[in-house]
């Protein structure tokens, strides 16, 4: 199994900037990509970005450019560095990931319990 705890979340001034953290644990040998979402008051849950093992980068189109993903597979942790933030990213941000469970011989899902953000003068 996989674990996924999120952490840098908080308040922050618009046009300010914040970083988001995501620690995985567990099999992490088995993930193949790792994402960020957000979902804000009565909306759906949206991507922010995504990263694969190899590095490949994808972004939504609301923050490209503002935003960057990086991941530190030593650590084992993705890392969403958010710039030029706006109102309208105040949302609860969660770290997504899909591994590979051996057992099952499929894939599976896993969700972080999400991190807060405010952007709010």
């Known amino acids: 199994q996989v674990q996924l705890v999120e952490s840098g979340g908080g308040l922050v001034q618009p046009g300010g900037s914040l970083r988001l953290s995501c620690a995985a644990s567990g099999n992490t040998v088995s993930i193949n990509a790792m994402d960020w979402y957000r979902q804000a008051p009565g909306k759906e849950r949206d991507l922010v970005a995504s990263?694969?093992?190899?590095?490949?980068?994808n972004y939504g189109m609301s923050v490209k450019d503002r935003f960057t993903i990086s991941g530190d597979t030593a650590k084992n942790t993705v890392y969403l560095q958010m710039n030029s933030l706006k109102s309208e990213d105040t949302a609860v941000y969660y770290c997504h990931s899909a591994y590979w469970n051996a057992l099952l011989h499929k894939w599976l899902e896993v969700w972080g319990q999400g991190t807060l953000v405010t952007v709010s003068s």
């Open positions: 990263i694969t093992r190899a590095g490949i980068t």
